[in-house]
């Protein structure tokens, strides 16, 4: 069975920073488009960033543009998210979410639990 | 892309026919899926290339549309299917809708 386990979330004040995982399993990792979707308390999905199979291809939403680094490491099935600059707009649940298809345009098909990321003083 | 969807809120009985709408800001083929959040659980994926039933979803869901305008409709409705829908682009990197509340009237 496909599995998705993020960690690394938890309080952090406004500017900081935060290094999220995700720890994949029961897929080929390799072959697939990752990404990071967040969804603030009470609130939307928000894509966030998308790397691609070989890390070649990165894309982020203009809201992180700048602040937040997306990679991934196929060797240890892990996908990681940085994230800088903090403000409280970035309070959110961080979810892991694995493409549905292998290459071309692909919706989401399997998300981990997510991990909170909370931004206060 | 900017992806819109109403209503926001929509209050149904159980066997009712209920209908969400998404417009996109512009043509997006048939690039659109459709997820279903329950409370405190991750998103679901229904429904993709705007028509394509996800496996083990059941038949009274369905999906319409091309271009820039998309339906969700739910035939007889059932007391699992309460809870937050979402239309989701990836024709151009990725955009969700705002979400449709599906609530017990």
């Known amino acids: 069975d496909v599995q998705l386990v993020e960690s690394g979330g938890g309080l952090v004040k406004p500017g900081g920073s935060l290094r999220l995982s995700c720890a994949a399993s029961?897929?080929?990792?390799?072959?697939?488009?990752m990404n990071w979707v967040r969804q603030a308390p009470g609130k939307g999905l928000e894509w966030v960033a998308s790397?691609?199979?070989?890390?070649?291809?990165?894309t982020y939403a203009d809201s992180v543009k700048g602040r937040f680094a997306v990679s991934r490491d196929n060797a240890q099935d892990s996908l990681f998210l940085q994230l800088n600059s903090l403000s409280a707009d970035d309070t959110a649940i961080y979810y892991c979410?694995?493409?549905?298809?292998?290459?071309?345009?692909?919706?989401?098909?399997?998300w981990g639990q997510g991990t909170l990321v909370t931004v206060s003083s | 892309i900017q992806m819109t969807q109403s209503p926001s809120t929509l209050s149904a009985s159980v066997g009712d026919r209920v209908t969400i709408t998404c417009r996109a800001s512009?043509?997006?083929?048939?690039?659109l899926a459709w997820y279903q959040q329950k409370l405190g659980k991750t998103p679901q994926l229904l429904i993709y290339k705007a028509s394509t039933l996800e496996s083990g979803v059941p038949l009274r869901f369905n999906g319409s549309g091309s271009g820039t305008e998309f339906a969700l409709t739910i035939s007889g409705l059932q007391p699992e299917d309460f809870g937050t829908y979402f239309c989701?682009?990836?024709?151009?990197?990725?955009?969700f809708g705002q979400g449709t509340k599906v609530e017990l009237k």
């Open positions: 989701q682009q990836y024709n151009s990197l990725w955009t």
């Open positions: 029961g897929f080929t990792f390799s072959h697939y488009n």
């Open positions: 790397i691609s199979g070989s890390s070649n291809y990165i």
């Open positions: 512009q043509n997006i083929n048939i690039w």
């Open positions: 979410v694995r493409d549905k298809f292998v290459g071309g345009s692909s919706p989401f098909e399997y």
